[in-house]
C-alpha cells in the first residue's frame, strides 16, 4: 500500500470531540496543526493544553491559512453550513461533525462546493469506521445469515429538561433527529441493500418546539423493514439488533461499538464478533478520512450521510418541525 502522509488537521471548535481529535492525533505521536474557535481565549487554552502552535484570532482565518489540509468541524449543527461554504470553497477537505448539515438542501450545496473544488467532504459518523462494521459485513455478504428482514434500533437519553441547554434549544437546531437519531439511521442504512423509500412515523415534542422522542418505521424496495426508537428524556440501551431469515446480529453502545453477538436460528448457538476498539473511534476516522484524501481509498461514504439526511428532512418536514436558519 502507498504511504499515507501525515496531514495537516486544523480544529474548528473545542468542545468535547476537538479534544477527542486531539488525543487520538498524540496517541499516534502527532499534534493538531491549528485550532479555531469563536472565543480566542478559549482557543488558546486549547492550544496550550495539547501543544498546538498555532490559534486564530478569527475564525475565517482557517480558511485561508495555505498550510490547513483539512478541518475538522465540531461546532453547532446549525454552525455546519456557514463554515462549509467556506472552508471548500477554500479548497479545504472537511470532516464534519454530524449532523452534518440541518437539511438535504444544505448538504446537496454542500457536496456541490466539494466537487467543485476537488475536496473531500464527509460526515464524521463513527459507524462507517469502525472496524466492526466492516467485519460485520463481510459475514452478511458471504451469506451466512441469509436474508436481512427487521432492524431494531433504540437511542435513548436521560437529559436535564432545560429548555435553555442545546438538547433542547430551537436556536441550536436541538432535539433527538439530529443529536442521536442520525446515529440509529445511519446504522439502518449501513445494513439496509437500499435506502428506505417509504417511512412513517409519530413525534412528541419539546415545549421548545423541537423533537424529543420520536418512533420511525423505514420500509426499502426489498421489503426490508427498520424501527427507530429515539428519547431526549428517556434512558434506553443504545441497542441494534439486525434479524436475517438464518439468523440475529445484536450491538450494544453501537455509535462506537466493538463487540456482536450473533445468534443462529437453526440451533439457538452464539458466535461473539469483536473487532476495533471503542477508544479509537477518533483514529479510525482520522485514517479513513487521510486515505480518501490521499485518493488511496475512499469509505467516508458521503451517499450515506446523503440518503439519512433525506430520511430526516422528510421527517421534519411532516412534522412541521423547522429550525429558525429554515424560516
Known amino acids: 500500500m502507498a504511504q499515507i502522509k501525515h496531514y495537516n488537521w486544523a480544529t474548528l471548535g473545542t468542545g468535547v470531540i476537538a479534544n477527542q481529535l486531539a488525543q487520538a492525533l498524540e496517541d499516534q505521536g502527532r499534534k493538531l496543526y491549528s485550532v479555531a474557535n469563536r472565543s480566542y ?22 480558511f485561508e491559512d495555505p498550510e490547513v489540509d483539512i478541518i475538522y468541524i465540531s461546532t453547532p449543527h446549525n454552525t455546519h453550513i456557514h463554515f462549509l461554504r467556506k472552508a471548500l470553497a477554500h479548497g479545504k477537505h472537511v470532516l464534519c461533525e454530524k449532523s452534518i448539515t440541518l437539511n438535504s438542501e444544505e448538504l446537496a450545496e454542500a457536496v456541490q462546493l466539494a466537487e467543485k473544488n476537488h475536496v473531500i467532504l464527509a460526515e464524521a459518523m463513527t459507524i462507517f469506521h469502525m472496524p466492526i462494521y466492516r467485519k460485520l459485513s463481510e459475514i452478511v455478504n458471504a451469506g451466512r445469515l441469509g436474508e436481512l428482514k427487521l432492524i431494531q434500533m433504540n437511542f435513548g437519553s436521560y437529559k436535564d429538561y432545560d429548555m435553555t441547554n442545546r438538547f433542547f434549544n430551537r436556536d441550536l437546531a436541538g432535539g433527538a433527529l439530529l443529536d442521536i437519531g442520525v446515529y440509529a439511521l445511519s446504522f439502518v442504512r449501513w445494513f439496509m441493500t437500499s435506502s428506505p423509500n417509504q417511512i412513517a412515523s409519530q413525534v412528541k415534542l419539546a415545549p421548545t418546539g423541537v423533537d424529543e422522542q420520536v418512533g420511525i418505521l423505514l420500509t426499502n424496495e426489498e421489503g426490508q423493514m427498520a424501527t427507530v426508537a429515539l428519547s431526549l428524556h428517556a434512558k434506553q440501551p443504545k441497542r441494534g439488533t439486525i434479524a436475517y431469515d438464518k439468523g440475529y446480529i445484536e450491538l450494544y453502545e453501537y455509535p462506537r461499538g ?70
Open 41 to 62: 481565549d478559549k482557543g488558546l487554552a486549547f492550544a496550550q493544553k495539547y501543544g498546538i502552535a498555532k490559534v486564530y484570532e478569527t475564525i475565517d482565518e482557517v
Open 258 to 327: 466493538q463487540k456482536a453477538v450473533i445468534t443462529y436460528t437453526d440451533d439457538g448457538h452464539q458466535e461473539i464478533i469483536e473487532a476495533g476498539d471503542t477508544a479509537q473511534a477518533l483514529a479510525y476516522e482520522v485514517a479513513d478520512m487521510e486515505k480518501a484524501v490521499a485518493g488511496i481509498e475512499n469509505t467516508m461514504h458521503l451517499d450515506y450521510t446523503q440518503d439519512v439526511m433525506t430520511i430526516m428532512s422528510q421527517l421534519r418536514r411532516e412534522w412541521g418541525m423547522t429550525y429558525p436558519e429554515e424560516e
